[in-house]
T-cell receptor, first 114, second 109 residues
Framework: NAGVTQTPKFQVLKTGQSMTLQCAQD?????MYWYRQDPGMGLRLIYY???????DKGEVPNGYNVSRLNKREFSLRLESAAPSQTSVYFC?????????????FGAGTRLSVL | RKEVEQDPGPFNVPEGATVAFNCTYS??????FFWYRQDCRKEPKLLMS???SGNEDGRFTAQLNRASQYISLLIRDSKLSDSATYLC??????????FGSGTRLQVQP
């Protein structure tokens, strides 16, 4: 069972380049999320999608755009990458269970912007 | 004040020791609480949900104190394999979670 799959696993960009991080889940979850994790900062929510067709900003949305392509896929786009966006990016999905929104994470994308 | 705060550690404990972590949260309306485990350079994985009445899973016990707005994680009989970073997570009321920065545990032989 694949769960949450992220591609690519690693990426190096030059300042100003654009790229899209892909995320897909096979658990039929309605909600999907993008986080970034920096050393000592924990996970910070960039954007999330409570259901297909909706997206909302999280704590650190600036410099990013998202697309909820369908129920399975939620992509994160960097239009003009900056060194401050060097980070590890995690995608997650969740569904309510006994009233709790338990999140399941992908393996992450390690991005370096030079 | 951060929404969710944890002592970053590291907590260095010998095998077999009991260790406890706390996590404080600021949103009194939060309803869901979790502990996640994260190994170095890996994704966070759910360790356990935290229920009002407290819950136990083997060597792990989680407690919620709503009055003081903190959750705790107790690990008994620590194993080398417990070495990891433990993240607490609290719901924001919008189907999203806010994570603490994590507490690093190092169990030593």
């Amino acid at each position: 069972n694949a769960g949450v799959t992220q591609t690519p696993k690693f990426q190096v960009l030059k300042t100003g380049q654009s790229m899209t991080l892909q995320c897909a889940q096979d658990m039929n979850h309605n909600s999907m999320y993008w986080y970034r994790q920096d050393p000592g900062m924990g996970l910070r929510l960039i954007y999330y999608s409570a259901s297909e067709g909706t997206t909302d900003k999280g704590e650190v949305p600036n410099g990013y755009n998202v697309s909820r392509l369908n129920k399975r896929e939620f992509s994160l786009r960097l239009e003009s990458a900056a060194p401050s966006q060097t980070s590890v990016y995690f995608c997650a999905s969740s569904e309510a269970g006994a009233g709790r929104w338990i999140q399941y994470f992908g393996a992450g994308t390690r991005l370096s912007v030079l | 004040r951060k929404e969710v705060e944890q002592d970053p550690g590291p907590f260095n404990v010998p095998e077999g020791a009991t260790v406890a972590f706390n996590c404080t949260y600021s949103n009194s309306a939060s309803q869901s609480f979790f502990w996640y485990r994260q190994d170095c350079r890996k994704e966070p994985k759910l360790l356990m949900s935290v229920y009002s009445s407290g819950n136990e899973d083997g060597r792990f016990t989680a407690q919620l104190n709503r009055a003081s707005q903190y959750i705790s994680l107790l690990i008994r009989d620590s194993k080398l394999s417990d070495s990891a970073t433990y993240l607490c997570a609290v719901d924001t009321g919008r189907r999203a979670l806010t994570f603490g920065s994590g507490t690093r545990l190092q169990v030593q032989p």
